[in-house]
């Protein structure tokens, strides 16, 4: 079996290419290279062998990856008639995909590969920039690197921003985790005679820079506390000081059971916000919802019963569990069908077993929200009208006994009590057939309310009237201008 030997050119100009390969792609052997923009090539041309090239691939293509498969498949075809040489810029272990691809072919028995070495570009950027890694490194391709991928904290070198597609790209994805003008280095040649370091504000990178396939990025370590505090670390860092030694004394008395209440408040807050279509109260209470779960991970790490880990890894994999039309190959229709796989899943688990189908409804859910779900899981044991028409029917049955009671001649306020309740499971029973949660309905009719008759509060103070001394007329005139300004 024939073999392709890979060498890598460097980052720069052929002083720093190692003697072994020097004399390698000098020796006359068949010399193919991934593209013929390297400096070395220009160097050396003269004492080089007639190459083949394949920047003609790139053309053909809009995918890199069906360029890279072209690549390695022509090496392949040319291998079998005798040994060639494979020259990539810089190492061929460093960010080099078609050395990856020849590495599979070999393993899969296609061809032998040997990888004889190369100077990357890492060492000499390093040194041009007076970094040390061991102080936090990260190293990322700027054709697939995505925001969850960015350590803020560590010394990032991003390669291959070939031009300023690239780059704009690149650009992009920085944005979303640094300032618009936070300042960047981009680093092209580096070690070489033609070495340049340009510092540039991140939202100027793809505009005054010349970038070619030796140009990488450098992005500082954040050393500003405040430019990380929209990550989830940082929040938990934080919650993690109020808690220890030292923090603060109200936050390290809380337990589980003291914190509930604040949960149930900042959910009722956060539910009005939405009513209220607010979007920087909606930003404010949904933080006070995230503070109230990174509180109880963190009492449950402090008590070394569970953490927030935990949590996040419970909710992720059963996520993907219950959703198997899409990270799985069932396929579902419409809405209605995953809610049926979702119960049907959730019976498949077994975690709950209860001795009622009723015992899975919280006992802290609001009365009308309770009623709702108790309805749900009833119906869903076929214990329902098979249309909405049985309960309008219940709906006057529950009015006309309350009717009933008020008419007798001795009421009896339990009963009365009990049969309103009846009343308002039947209007709750109305809501479900037609897919209304009724205590968002309610809310949002205690929000209307509210603000209808807050209306009428104010044309009284303009009339220079108390509020009691206004005609249910006037009133009533005043709640029908609240409603058309609605």
């Known amino acids: 079996m024939n073999k392709i030997s890979i060498v890598g050119l460097g980052s720069s100009d052929a002083a720093q290419l190692p003697l072994g390969v020097y004399r390698l792609i000098t020796s006359g052997a068949p010399l193919y290279v991934r593209t013929v923009d390297h400096p070395v090539l220009n160097e050396l041309s003269g ?28 090496l392949l075809i040319n291998a079998a008639e005798e040994n060639i040489i494979y020259a990539v ?25 040997e990888i004889l070495g190369g100077q990357s570009f890492l060492d000499p950027t390093f040194a041009a920039l007076h970094i040390d890694p061991i102080e936090g ?15 803020l904290n560590q010394h990032m070198i991003i390669c291959q921003v070939y031009d300023q597609m690239v780059a704009s790209e690149a650009k992009l994805t920085l944005m979303e985790e640094y300032p618009d003008d936070y300042e960047i280095v981009v680093v092209t040649e580096a070690g070489g005679a033609n070495e340049q370091i340009k510092k540039v504000p991140l939202y100027e990178l793809d505009r005054v820079v010349e970038l070619s396939n030796l140009t ?34 109200w936050d390290m008395e809380q337990t589980h059971e003291t914190l509930k209440r604040y949960l149930i408040e900042e959910c009722y807050e956060l539910l009005e916000a939405i009513e209220n279509e607010d979007i920087e109260h909606m930003i404010e209470e949904l933080g006070d919802v995230l503070l109230q779960v990174v509180l109880h991970s963190q009492i449950g790490e402090d008590e070394g019963m569970f953490t927030v880990d ?23 229709e419409n809405s209605e069908a995953v809610l049926s796989n979702w119960e049907e899943i ?12 009723l015992g899975s ?14 309805q749900k899981k009833a119906a869903k044991a076929g214990f329902d009208w098979p249309d909405p028409s049985g309960a309008w029917l219940k709906l006057k049955e529950e009015l006309h006994e309350f009717e009933e009671e008020l008419q007798a001649k001795e009421t009896d306020s339990k009963k009365m009590l009990k049969e309103f309740g009846d009343i308002l499971f039947a209007f709750v029973n109305i809501a479900r057939f037609y897919k209304i949660e009724p205590e968002e309905a309610l809310t949002s009719t205690n929000h209307k309310f509210t603000s209808r008759f807050q209306y009428i509060e104010k044309q009284a103070v303009q009339s220079g009237k108390e ?18 300004k609605e």
């Open 47 to 74: 004492e080089l062998p007639a190459y083949t090239a394949f920047d003609g691939i790139y053309e053909k293509h809009d995918q890199f990856e069906e360029v890279y498969k072209e690549i390695v498949q022509t």
């Open 89 to 113: 810029p810089g190492h061929p272990m460093v960010a080099e995909k078609t050395v990856q691809l020849l590495l599979e072919a070999a393993d899969n028995g296609q061809a032998e590969v």
């Open 137 to 151: 490194f990260q190293f990322l391709d700027a054709l697939t690197m995505k925001r969850e991928d960015l350590q």
């Open 216 to 249: 990488s990025l450098y992005v500082p370590p954040v050393t500003k506390e405040s430019l990380k505090y929209h990550q989830f670390t940082e929040f938990r860092k934080v919650i993690k000081a109020l808690r220890a030694p030292g923090g603060c004394p």
């Open 310 to 332: 935990d949590v996040i890894r419970t909710v992720t994999e059963k996520m993907i569990r219950r959703h198997p039309h899409v990270f799985g190959d069932v396929m579902l």
């Open 346 to 357: 959730k019976k498949q688990e077994g975690k709950y077993k209860e001795e009622s189908r």
């Open 361 to 374: 409804v919280a006992s802290s859910l609001p009365a009308l929200s309770k009623a709702f779900h108790l």
């Open 467 to 484: 509020l009691e001394e206004m005609t249910l007329e006037e009133m009533d005139m005043y709640w029908e201008e609240a409603k058309t």
